[in-house]
């Protein structure tokens, strides 16, 4: 899905100290002028803020005074300077954000960029490993040169490779519009202001590992070995040859998936809702053809320490085109 991060108002919360760091959480402990301990944590594209009583200590409880969603939901690091710009937090002798505070931050973590010039899209498709060349098969159809790119090998260094397939030790790269001196570029650092000079766009691509098998044998379904791929990437906000790009990408991939599933419940076999979860062709016609087969499992609570366990298979509604 596309996110831009919002603009907050400011808490104007004023700081005695605010320090820390990390990634998945990124953790940040500090003080109020009044003596309140504070803690802020961001993980998942959430921020949030705790803050204790007048005297308490860092290991006390705390109370959660604010949360908001301001990033992609797998981002989870950013520096301290970030951390009380996107709040409004006042802190004595706190640098203001910027390219280079940004990259001092990058040396460590995958720090973004935050502030709402940066417009992020990912999203998660079940496949294996033979699906995935169909999924990017409309790619081409753009008109673009693309490169794929791999880290994988023993010096730990960008270079270009034939597949996807070839690719995935773990991730991948697929970078539109290349100039040619673009991954000697991307091996000299991570400056993501800089990739946007060296490709119209480029496509992230993680593979995951995915097993609720265990569920699918109690309840008598055949559990598929799809894995889940993530792809993700990012563009300035506002309108330009860089957006146009990325959203020319994102919209091969869609028309070559489904994107509707029936979530199931596991006990009686009836269709609970439906909702978008993306999964290639060759997932498609694997789970049609028997009605026990199925791709995932998920749930939703149903009351107080009870859960609803649904199973997941494509929709007849969502299908793709085929061809």
């Known amino acids: 899905m596309w996110f831009t991060p919002p603009k907050l108002s400011p808490l104007g919360l004023k700081l005695k100290s605010l320090e820390g760091g990390?990634?998945?959480?990124?953790?940040?402990?500090?003080?109020?002028?009044?003596?309140?301990?504070?803690?802020?944590?961001?993980?998942?594209?959430?921020?949030?803020?705790?803050?204790?009583?007048?005297?308490?200590?860092?290991?006390?409880?705390?109370?959660?005074?604010?949360?908001?969603?301001?990033?992609?939901?797998?981002?989870?690091?950013?520096?301290?300077?970030?951390?009380?710009?996107?709040?409004?937090?006042?802190?004595?002798?706190?640098?203001?954000?910027?390219?280079?505070?940004?990259?001092?931050?990058?040396?460590?973590?995958?720090?973004?960029?935050?502030?709402?010039?940066?417009?992020?899209?990912?999203?998660?498709?079940?496949?294996?490993?033979?699906?995935?060349?169909?999924?990017?098969?409309?790619?081409?159809?753009?008109?673009?040169?693309?490169v794929i790119i791999e880290r994988n090998r023993p010096d730990n260094k960008y270079q270009p490779v034939d597949s996807l397939t070839d690719a995935f030790g773990r991730q991948a790269h697929i970078g539109f519009d290349p100039v040619p001196s673009a991954i000697d570029e991307m091996n000299r650092g991570f400056d993501p202001e800089r990739r946007q000079e060296l490709f119209s766009a480029l496509l992230r691509v993680d593979l995951f590992y995915f097993g609720s098998k265990w569920m699918g044998r109690d309840y008598g379904f055949q559990m598929s070995e799809a894995r889940k791929i993530h792809l993700s990437l990012e563009c300035p906000t506002a309108p330009g040859p860089q957006r146009k790009a990325a959203e020319e990408v994102v919209e091969a991939i869609r028309s070559r998936v489904g994107t509707l599933v029936d979530f199931i419940d596991v006990k009686t076999r009836a269709v609970v809702r439906q909702g978008e979860v993306w999964y290639s062709r060759e997932e498609r016609d694997w789970c049609l053809a028997n009605p026990n087969r199925i791709f995932g499992f998920s749930y939703e609570k149903i009351g107080p320490g009870e859960d609803l366990d649904l199973a997941v298979r494509p929709a007849a509604e969502g299908l793709p085109t085929q061809g």
């Open 22 to 146: 990390g990634q998945s959480p990124a953790q940040f402990y500090g003080e109020t002028e009044d003596g309140r301990p504070v803690y802020v944590r961001y993980r998942g594209g959430w921020i949030q803020l705790h803050q204790g009583d007048i005297g308490a200590s860092q290991d006390d409880p705390m109370q959660k005074v604010f949360a908001a969603e301001i990033g992609p939901y797998l981002d989870g690091s950013m520096v301290v300077e970030q951390a009380c710009e996107i709040l409004g937090l006042h802190v004595p002798g706190m640098r203001p954000v910027s390219h280079d505070v940004l990259m001092e931050g990058r040396q460590f973590y995958p720090i973004r960029d935050l502030s709402g010039d940066t417009t992020f899209w990912d999203r998660s498709i079940y496949t294996t490993m033979t699906g995935i060349p169909d999924i990017f098969a409309g790619l081409p159809s753009l008109g673009r040169p693309y």
